[in-house]
């Protein structure tokens, strides 16, 4: 038998849709990693070897970027993964988990697979993370867990530094999980914090600023105790040795990622502007998409038709949709659409 809670989902789906302009999935739009390096280091690939179990190469140069011991870091395939050790490590049945909605589902669903009670407190009407009304919910439910997304996903909404640690200096007696999927997109990492704070964990990935979907690479930042802990359930080998190439390749590229990521902050802007001008309620982002709220019936399809996808929200969330910031083609080509429909609409 199946477990029970199975027959109330459905399955995470990616959008698969044929389109001229993807703008749904916050994707880096354009790959900036040196792929003359990369290849001559694929030319040297050992594929019938199983690749090194604990990537250690590649945790000595996330330490570096990091300012970190390799004691503090985990690698995953992708953020999700290292995610999802965490709760398997600490969450058991009847647990109760506290995060914002909304937020990235997958922490609900991990949450359901432990038999956790997963519990949300919603954003405010400018789509921000109240932190005082989260510690207070901390003292009303008392969870194991806190997960606080930052910048926020979907709404690309931020809280500060020092917030955080007030939470944490509150909140001292459960673990507390800060996924920074899109930190490089607000310049102020909150990951050091795990030299002062035993309960707190930050997940990190490459999919992003880095430009590395494809291949799946994230990871977790935490106290030594509390990544050897995750570390006894980590699946052997779970990150390739492509994989592993790729991030120690990308981290040589930094100046590249740094130009990429100054290009995107600068679009996101332009584009936010532009959407305010067009008449578009739009919420102010730290990340590299824009959180927005129309009335156009049927918008994601009607801008399918002219060659752009965005991402709709279901209907709780009716009317509200996220587009990922892109190329200056890709921006221009989304306003140029949006507002074809928008005339349409008024005619």
Known sequence: MYKNFLADIASYSTNQKSCQYKMDANENFTSVIAKDKLINRLLDMDINRYPEGSSVKLRKAVSKRENLKIENILMGSGSSEVIELLFKCIIGSGDRV??????????????????ANYETLSLDSEMKMDMGLLNERCKELDPKLVIICNP??????WVERSEIVEFLDNNSNRFVLLDEAYVEFMGQSSSDLINDYENLFVAKTFSKAYGLAGVRLGYMLSSGYNIEQLNKIRPPYNINVFTQICGETILECQDEVSKNIV???????????????????????????????????????????????????SDSSNGYFRVTVGSLQENQAFIKSFREVKEIEKS
Do not use: C, H, W
């Not at 506290?98 to 038999?115: D, E, K």
């Not at 926020?152 to 909404?157: A, Q, R, V």
């Not at 067009?278 to 002219?306: A, C, H, M, W």
């Open 263 to 313: 290009f995107i902050k600068e679009q996101r802007e332009k584009l936010f502007n532009q959407m305010k001008d067009l008449g578009i309620k739009v919420f102010p982002s730290k990340s590299n998409f824009i959180y927005f709220y129309s009335t156009i019936d049927n918008l994601q399809d009607r801008l399918l038709e002219k060659g752009v996808l965005i991402r709709k929200y």
């Open 152 to 157: 926020n996903n979907p709404t690309g909404s």
């Open 98 to 115: 506290l995060g914002f909605s909304p937020s990235f589902s997958m922490y609900n669903l991990y949450a359901n697979i432990q038999g």
